[in-house]
C-alpha cells in the first residue's frame, strides 16, 4: 500500500523558505508510471496545484509559482521536497503531497485521483 505522509514546521516567518518534506512509502518514487506532486489548499477553497517532480527529476510548476518554488528529490530516502521562498501571510494553507498515475492529469484538484497525504497545515506569521 503506498502512503505519503508530509512533515515540517507548521509555523514559517514572512519572507522566510518554506520547506515540506514528502516521505513515501509502498512505492519508489523512481517508478516510471507515476508523478510526485505538491498541492496547496486555502481555507475555504479547493486545492490548487504547485508542482510536480517526475520519476526522472523533471520538474513542472505552476507558473505563478515559478519564481519561489522548488521541488527536488532524495530518491536514497525515497522523499520529495517543496521549497517555497519568499512566503507571505497569503502562503498559509494545509499543503499536500500527492501521487498520481501517468494517465491522471498531473493538476487536477479532485480528491479522487492518485494518492494524497493527510496534510500538514502551514502558517505563516512573525
Known amino acids: 500500500q503506498v502512503r505519503l505522509q508530509e512533515s515540517g514546521p507548521g509555523l514559517v516567518k514572512p519572507s522566510q523558505t518554506l520547506s515540506l518534506v514528502c516521505t513515501v512509502s509502498?512505492?519508489?518514487?523512481?517508478?516510471?508510471?507515476?508523478?510526485w506532486t505538491w498541492m496547496r489548499q486555502f481555507r475555504g477553497k479547493e486545492a490548487e496545484w504547485m508542482g510536480t517532480?517526475?520519476?526522472?527529476?523533471?520538474?513542472y510548476y505552476e507558473p505563478s509559482l515559478k519564481s519561489r518554488i522548488s521541488i527536488s528529490r532524495d530518491t536514497s530516502k525515497n522523499q520529495f521536497t517543496l521549497q517555497l521562498s519568499s512566503v507571505t501571510p497569503e502562503d498559509a494553507a494545509v499543503y499536500y503531497c500527492?501521487?498520481?498515475?501517468?494517465?491522471?492529469?498531473?493538476?487536477?484538484?479532485?480528491?479522487?485521483?492518485?494518492?494524497w497525504g493527510q496534510g500538514t497545515q502551514v502558517t505563516i506569521s512573525s
Open positions: 500527492n501521487k498520481r498515475g501517468l494517465t491522471e492529469p498531473m493538476t487536477s484538484p479532485d480528491r479522487n485521483l492518485g494518492i
Open positions: 509502498g512505492e519508489s518514487i523512481t517508478n516510471p508510471y507515476s508523478y
Open positions: 517532480i517526475a520519476y526522472s527529476g523533471s520538474t
